[in-house]
Nanobody, 124 residues
Framework: EVQLVESGGGSLQSGGSLSLSCAASGYTVSSYCMGWFRQSPGKEREGVAAIDKYRRTMYADSVKGRFTISRDNAKNTLYLQMNSLQPEDTAMYYC??????????????????WGQGTQVTVSS
């Protein structure tokens, strides 16, 4: 059984930093594309960042230059380092993985495994 468990969410003020972790079980983080998504009230779940098995990365324009996605194969964990956080970044953040294909995408339909999410709240 594949299980993705996010941690590291919390509340902070604008300009602060936060690091999210996604511990994977029953899945090897280096196998296929993995990503981070977020969803705020009234909006659809949107892709934030993704990393493929070659460690190639891609980011949504809204977070480019501020967020960094990475993984630690030894710990079988995916990370999202978030800097210069703004209120617009407030959302539930989800870890996602896929068990097919080779090319990353930021569309939620491209992923078949999901974590339960961790809340990030940024106040001004």
């Amino acid at each position: 059984e594949v299980q993705l468990v996010e941690s590291g969410g919390g509340s902070l003020q604008s300009g602060g930093s936060l690091s999210l972790s996604c511990a994977a079980s029953g899945y090897t983080v280096s196998s296929y594309c993995m990503g981070w998504f977020r969803q705020s009230p009234g909006k659809e779940r949107e892709g934030v960042a993704a990393i493929d098995k070659y460690r190639r990365t891609m980011y949504a324009d809204s977070v480019k230059g501020r967020f960094t996605i990475s993984r630690d194969n030894a710990k079988n964990t995916l990370y999202l380092q978030m800097n210069s956080l703004q209120p617009e970044d407030t959302a539930m953040y989800y870890c996602a993985a896929r068990s097919f294909g080779e090319w990353c995408a930021l569309a939620k339909s491209e992923y078949n495994y999901w974590g339960q999410g961790t809340q990030v709240t940024v106040s001004s």
